[in-house]
């Protein structure tokens, strides 16, 4: 393989060690691998078939991952209504009826994401968008993808009526007649989605898959967490592999079952055995997703104490103790890494717990386990992250005080529990690992507003907004590090993250340092070019 020389800029080794470690003389990459650095770099310039790249006075750094994101549902997205640009919910309905209007032969409407705000209590009614689907089944996803809006086609579809009893561990949300407004939530949407609605065909998912990847190579994302991953979904994967039509890594991580995980432990085994026989660099399927509770803004995510705009309501979780603790086990026996969605600190609280007992029956095999969110952590546990050594995952574009968060989120939690969201800074500060991701389509997978939003604790577009929570700030080295070395770690990858010599040569150009820059100004760098083991993937 040719030896590819950057100079011109500077080379940000190791962002955790920012200091010391940068140099703007030059890299060297051959192999896949950094092969020289500075001025042992300069001279390999002059090999045959040598590849020289000018930074232009830009920044080469470590490549970025995202630690928790659903690529193939949000490349999915793109296939139906463009609701999440719509402001309000006439702009929802006009994007919907639009699309409609284009695609007059579909059997059903499915698209994705309406902003749950513009609704009171996130509450949406089946007959708002009768008025522009009429008897054709319509499906909308909450950016949350906890929730769905359905019109009154899509409910007769599935049978619900006011005699359909709430399914286990979800929510059909009613009127006062107890009737089915058009508002579902967690297995009561996930279920509709996965038994009633007609499912992409593996061509469209191969295809979205593909678009979502090109997306995050363009932005200088080398490795992505799938968080969500059905039995379904591993054709689609392995497709792609045989395709060559995957532009990042990804690593799957299998979804646990509270009703069937016995049945799927041998099912898991023997996935991740079919990927790993793949031997394909850019798949992995290492890791279990646990889902143990909701979200807040729906009063689903598990609480410790009851919401405070709600005193009967503590919240929905998926598992009981005994049953969480009981697959957390199994599933790190066959030594898989955990990885659990946590949003409530009784989440919290419990997926510590079970990492915990889990760990007991080996004490001393190394694991890289994960806690995905951590949204709202009681202070009294903040400790844990680090003397467990579990990964702390958060999604930082979500530590800002946003309308989600004002409109929502502080008044169902209510004091002191609304400063006890997103304590990026306390955990990091503890000694744990912390990591990075963005949830889309949740939110943006754009990891340049999120890194400022990370060091600022508000949105990039008003640099004089006041801080969130300052005290959770970090500062932009730790920021960039969480992308890079933290992902690293929780990628099972400890040969990245890093641009030392002997390291995978993952590397992004920027136009400028983000640790020079200001935060504000994170979110207008330039990716120049985006390098996966050496590979040109942008």
């Not at 599935?158 to 089915?180: C, E, M, Q, W």
């Not at 469209?204 to 979502?212: G, H, P, Q, S």
């Amino acid at each position: 393989m040719k030896t590819t020389v950057f100079t011109g800029g500077t080379i940000l080794i190791d962002p955790a060690q920012a200091g010391s470690s940068v140099t703007s003389s030059a890299l060297a990459m051959r192999d896949g691998v950094v092969v020289a650095i500075g001025s042992e770099a300069e001279p390999l310039a002059a090999e045959a078939n040598a590849e020289v790249i000018d930074l232009e006075g830009g920044t080469l750094t470590p490549a970025v991952g995202d630690g928790h994101a659903h690529p193939m549902l949000g490349g999915l997205e793109s296939l139906g209504p463009a609701i999440r640009q719509a402001s309000d919910i006439p702009g929802i309905l006009e994007a919907v009826a639009t699309w409609r209007a284009e695609h007059p032969e579909a059997t059903w409407i499915v698209g994705g994401s309406y902003d749950a705000t513009f609704a009171p209590g996130g509450y949406f009614d089946a007959h708002w968008l009768d008025e522009v689907t009429g008897d054709t089944p319509t499906i909308l996803r909450s950016w949350d993808y906890h929730t769905v809006w359905v019109n009154s086609a899509a409910l007769a579809a599935a049978g619900i009526t006011a005699d359909t009893p709430d399914p286990a561990l979800g929510r059909i949300v009613r009127r006062a007649d107890g009737s089915p407004l058009g508002t579902l939530q967690e297995a009561a949407a996930n279920d509709f989605l996965a038994n009633i609605v007609p499912s992409f065909t593996l061509e469209e998912r191969i295809d979205a898959l593909e678009r979502a990847t090109r997306t995050y190579a363009a932005q200088g994302t080398t490795w992505i967490q799938d968080a969500w991953v059905e039995a379904s979904d591993l054709e689609v994967y392995l497709a792609a592999v045989a395709q060559d039509r995957l532009h990042t890594r990804v690593n799957l991580a299998f979804r646990a079952d509270p009703a069937r995980w016995r049945a799927q432990l041998t099912e898991f085994v023997t996935a991740r055995a079919q990927v790993r026989d793949l031997a394909a660099d850019r798949l992995s399927g290492e890791t279990v997703k646990f889902f143990l509770d909701g979200v807040i803004e729906s009063h689903t995510a598990a609480l410790i104490e009851p919401y405070a705009d709600l005193p009967d309501e503590r919240g929905l979780p998926n598992w009981t103790r005994d049953e969480l603790f009981a697959a957390t086990q199994a599933f790190d026996a066959e030594g898989f890494q955990l990885h659990l969605h946590a949003i409530g600190d009784a989440a919290n609280r419990n997926a510590l717990d079970a990492l915990e007992a889990a760990t007991l029956t080996d004490p001393d095999r190394e694991r890289h386990h994960v806690i995905a969110h951590v949204a709202l952590l009681d202070p009294a546990d903040v400790s844990r992250f680090a003397e467990l050594n579990v990964i702390a995952n958060f999604e930082p574009y979500w530590a800002q005080c946003d309308a989600v968060m004002r409109d929502l989120t502080i008044p169902h939690l209510g004091e002191p529990r609304d400063t006890w969201q997103y304590l990026i800074g306390s955990v990091e500060r503890s000694g744990a690992t912390i990591s990075f991701g963005s949830d889309w389509p949740v939110t943006t997978l754009d990891w340049r507003p999120a890194l400022s939003t990370a060091i600022t604790r508000h949105s990039h577009e008003d640099a004089c907004a006041d801080a969130w929570l300052p005290e959770e700030r970090v500062d932009a080295a730790t920021a960039l590090a969480a992308y890079t070395k933290g992902i690293a770690r929780q990628a099972l990858a400890q040969d990245r993250g890093t641009l030392a010599v002997g390291m995978v040569a993952d590397a992004v150009w920027l136009s400028a340092d983000p640790l020079s820059v200001t935060p504000e100004s994170i979110a207008d760098l330039t990716v120049h070019g985006t390098w996966l083991a050496g590979e040109r993937t942008h």
